[in-house]
T-cell receptor
Framework: EAGVVQSPRYKIIEKKQPVAFWCNPI?????LYWYLQNLGQGPELLIR????????DSQLPKDRFSAERLKGVDSTLKIQPAELGDSAVYLC?????????????FGEGSRLTVL | QKEVEQDPGPLSVPEGAIVSLNCTYS??????FMWYRQYSRKGPELLMY????GNKEDGRFTAQVDKSSKYISLFIRDSQPSDSATYLC??????????FGQGTELSVKP
C-alpha cells in the first residue's frame, strides 16, 4: 500500500516568491493534515481537512498561506509571498478519520529553504 | 509555557542500554498519549499509543502514563543502533488536536 506522497521533497526559493506543496494521502483516508516542523521542534498543526472541508485552520497564517483539498483527496498548500521565517519542513498526514488513537500517517515532508 | 514539554537531548547511549524518554504536560484533559519515532529526513511514524493511565508493552518498548503527575515515559530495552532517531511524544484530549512535544534526539552507539 502506498503511503502519503508529498512533492517536492526540497524547494529553495528567494523571499517574496510563491511556493506550493502537494500531498496525496493514503487511499480511503478522509482526514488530511498539514503540519509545520521547524528545526529541532515537534510538528505544529496548520490545517485539518475532513473530506474537502477545512475544519481547523486556526493556526494557518491566512495573510500568506492558503490550502485547498479539491474533491476530498489531494491537497495543496501555498505560500505567497514566502518570508525567511517560512524555512521549515511542511508535513502532510492522513488518517481514516480524526481518531483519538492518534494514528496519523505522515509523508516524508517538503523541506523549504527561503533565501 | 508549552502544553507539552520534552527534553530535546541529544541523548547518546551505548548499544544494549535501557533508554528512558519523558514528557510532562499541563492539560489535565489529555487522555490519549502517543510516541512517534522520526528518522532523519523522514516523517514521524506512530510507535506506541496509550489511552489514559497505565503501561503498555510492545517488544522492547514500554510506554507509561501517570496522569496524576502529568508525566509520560517511553522505555527502550536492549537499545540498538537502528533505534537512533528523534522520539516525539504527542497527546490530545477527546475531540482535540494532537499536540506534539519538541522531540528527543537519541543516538545509540555500537
Amino acid at each position: 500500500e502506498a503511503g502519503v506522497v508529498q512533492s517536492p521533497r526540497y524547494k529553495i526559493i528567494e523571499k517574496k516568491q510563491p511556493v506550493a506543496f502537494w500531498c496525496n494521502p493514503i487511499s480511503g483516508h478522509n482526514t488530511l493534515y498539514w503540519y509545520l516542523q521547524n528545526l529541532g521542534q515537534g510538528p505544529e498543526l496548520l490545517i485539518r481537512y475532513e473530506n474537502e472541508e477545512a475544519v481547523d485552520d486556526s493556526q494557518l497564517p491566512k495573510d500568506r498561506f492558503s490550502a485547498e483539498r479539491l474533491k476530498g483527496v489531494d491537497s495543496t498548500l501555498k505560500i505567497q509571498p514566502a518570508e525567511l521565517g517560512d524555512s521549515a519542513v511542511y508535513l502532510c498526514a492522513s488518517s481514516f478519520s480524526d481518531l483519538n488513537t492518534g494514528e496519523l500517517f505522515f509523508g516524508e515532508g517538503s523541506r523549504l529553504t527561503v533565501l | 509555557q508549552k502544553e507539552v514539554e520534552q527534553d530535546p537531548g541529544p541523548l547518546s547511549v551505548p548499544e544494549g542500554a535501557i533508554v528512558s524518554l519523558n514528557c510532562t504536560y499541563s492539560n489535565s484533559a489529555f487522555q490519549y498519549f502517543m510516541w512517534y519515532r522520526q528518522y532523519s529526513r523522514k516523517g514521524p511514524e506512530l510507535l506506541m499509543y496509550t489511552y489514559s493511565s497505565g503501561n503498555k508493552e510492545d517488544g522492547r518498548f514500554t510506554a507509561q502514563v501517570d496522569k496524576s503527575s502529568k508525566y509520560i515515559s517511553l522505555f527502550i530495552r536492549d537499545s540498538q543502533p537502528s533505534d537512533s532517531a528523534t522520539y516525539l511524544c504527542a497527546m490530545r484530549r477527546q475531540g482535540g488536536k494532537l499536540i506534539f512535544g519538541q522531540g528527543t534526539e537519541l543516538s545509540v552507539k555500537p
